[in-house]
Every structure is written in C-alpha cells, then in structure tokens.
C-alpha cells in the first residue's frame, strides 16, 4: 500500500525557517517524481515544487522560489521541503504527492495527509 | 500560466442526481486534465487523470469527457460519500501546474 506521512509543520515567526519531511513507503520511491502542494485555509490547491526521481530536475512555483528548497533522499525514501523567509502568506497545510508520468499524462496518483505550517508573529 | 475555471463553484444536489462540473483551460491543454475529489479535512485524492480515465479504484459513476480547452466531470447518480470539493488541475504546462478554484458539492 502506497503511504506518504508529513511532517514537520508548526508555529514560525516571519522570516523563520521550517524543514518538511515526507516518509514514503509501499512503492519504489526513487522511480518518481513527487510534488508538494499547498492549501491555504478555506482555500485551493496550489502546486509548490517538484522534483524528479533522481533529483536531476527541480522546479518551483513562483511565489516560493528563491525560499524553498524541494530535496529528497532515495535511500531512505524521503522528501523534503526546506522553507527560509517564511511570509504570512505561506501559511497553509502542505501535501506531498507522487507524480505519476505516463504518455500524454501527467498527474499525482498519491498524497500525504498534510501537515500545518502556521507563520505568524 | 495557463489559467483554469471551473463552473459552478458550488452547487446543491440531491443522493441519485447526475451532475456535471466544469472547466475551462485558458488555452489549449490537449487532454492534459485531471480531476481531484477533497472530502473535509481530508487530502485530495484522484479521480481522473487525461481528461478521461478513471483511477484505479474509483467507482464507474464517474466520468470525465473533453479535450482542448473544456472539460466536464460527470457523476451520473450521487451517493452520500460524493458530497465534497472537486479540483481540476491542468498539467499540459508542467511544472508549472494549475488548478482550478475548485466546485463545493452540497447535499441540497
């Protein structure tokens, strides 16, 4: 069985750091891309970051970039998600997600259950 | 960025009624659409991927049609579990990934 498990959301201050980590198992981590998403509250979808399988490919949305950092360790089947100068607005629940590729397609076929990440004073 | 609208963004509807979401790409995204249900407190979880085929495990009352720039997600008779927020996501343009604003489905 696929499992994605976050981690590592809270409370930070603006212009804090935080370090999110997904713990995947059930599936062949380091033959896919993953993804975060995040969710404001009350509010949609919005893709963050992607990486591919041998992290030879990396990309972010542009309101994070520069400040996020997407990282994964497929030895120990683990994503991560580095966040510096965070902002009020980066406030929301982040989900990892497995991308899946396939010809004319590309979707994420998988999520994590989300963590919180709170940025307030 | 391409652009994705969905329509209506919420709706009330009764267990047994067929309903039909949709939306709309900016420009052209081949069939290069995929359709997410959120049940409350809940991760989204795929439903339809290339604009019409049905992930593994999702019941047969869910269908996807449509190609280009517009798209529908149809469920033919509404079961109690059906009730939540639906997402399209466009990833013709990927990475650069979008969804819509999302459609509230509501027990009328």
């Known amino acids: 069985e696929v499992q994605l498990v976050e981690s590592g959301g809270g409370l930070v201050k603006p212009g804090g750091s935080l370090r999110l980590s997904c713990a995947a198992s059930g599936f062949t981590f380091s033959s896919y891309s993953m993804n975060w998403v995040r969710q404001a509250p009350g509010q949609g979808l919005e893709w963050v970051s992607s990486?591919?399988?041998?992290?030879?490919?990396?990309f972010y949305a542009d309101s994070v970039k520069g400040r996020f950092t997407i990282s994964r360790d497929n030895a120990k089947n683990s994503l991560y998600l580095q966040m510096n100068s965070l902002r009020a607005e980066d406030t929301a629940v982040y989900y990892c997600?497995?991308?899946?590729?396939?010809?004319?397609?590309?979707?994420?076929?998988?999520w994590g259950q989300g963590t919180l990440v709170t940025v307030s004073s | 960025d391409i652009q994705m609208t969905q329509s209506p963004s919420s709706l009330s509807a009764s267990v047994g009624d067929r309903v039909t979401i949709t939306c709309r790409a900016s420009q052209s995204i081949s069939s290069y659409l995929n359709w997410y249900q959120q049940r409350p407190g809940k991760a989204p979880e795929l439903l339809i991927y290339?604009?019409?085929t049905l992930h593994s495990g999702v019941p047969s009352r869910f269908s996807g049609s449509g190609s280009g720039t517009d798209f529908t997600l149809t469920i033919s008779s509404l079961r109690p579990e059906d009730f939540a927020v639906y997402y399209c996501q466009q990833t013709y343009s990927s990475p650069s990934i979008t969804f819509g604003q999302g459609t509230q489905l509501d027990i009328k």
């Open positions: 290339s604009a019409s």
């Open positions: 997600a497995r991308g899946r590729d396939r010809f004319n397609s590309y979707y994420f076929d998988y």
């Open positions: 990486i591919s399988s041998s992290s030879s490919h990396i």
